[in-house]
């Protein structure tokens, strides 16, 4: 409930992290990005993104409604995502997620020009 009310990206942010920590194996994860070509220092910062986002329940702080952005490029962020192994298996949700919902909201998540902010 809470994400929907905060903001128009926030519950498909909560649907793609949700996606992407499903096998809560995060070792893998973070190999799987390095060997994609994500340095350690990118994925420890979208991982801190990722802990704020859960800690708000949203891209925006939960006090002064200010929103926050990953500290890293668009490229890397969508990289990340790409690099989980379940990008790959046909069977599992996960590349639908990452293919139809990510861009939807890619803009809402980087810009924090006016009209979002």
Not at 41 to 67: C, L, P, Q, R, T
Not at 72 to 77: A, D, G, I, N
Request: charged share 25%; proline share 5%.
């Amino acid at each position: 409930m809470v994400p929907h009310q905060l903001c128009y990206e926030s519950p498909a942010l909560f649907l793609i992290f949700g996606a992407y920590f499903q096998d809560k194996d995060f070792f893998m994860l973070e190999t799987a990005a390095v060997a994609a070509g994500v340095s350690k220092e990118d994925y420890d910062k979208f991982i801190a993104y990722v802990a704020g986002y859960y800690s708000n329940m949203s891209n925006y702080h939960s006090f002064g409604d200010m929103k926050f952005i990953p500290d890293v490029s668009r490229e890397t962020f969508k990289k990340i995502l790409e690099s989980n192994p379940l990008y790959s298996d046909s069977d599992r949700f996960y590349k639908d997620v990452i293919d139809e919902i990510y861009p939807q909201i890619e803009d809402e998540i980087f810009l924090i020009d006016k009209p979002y902010t």
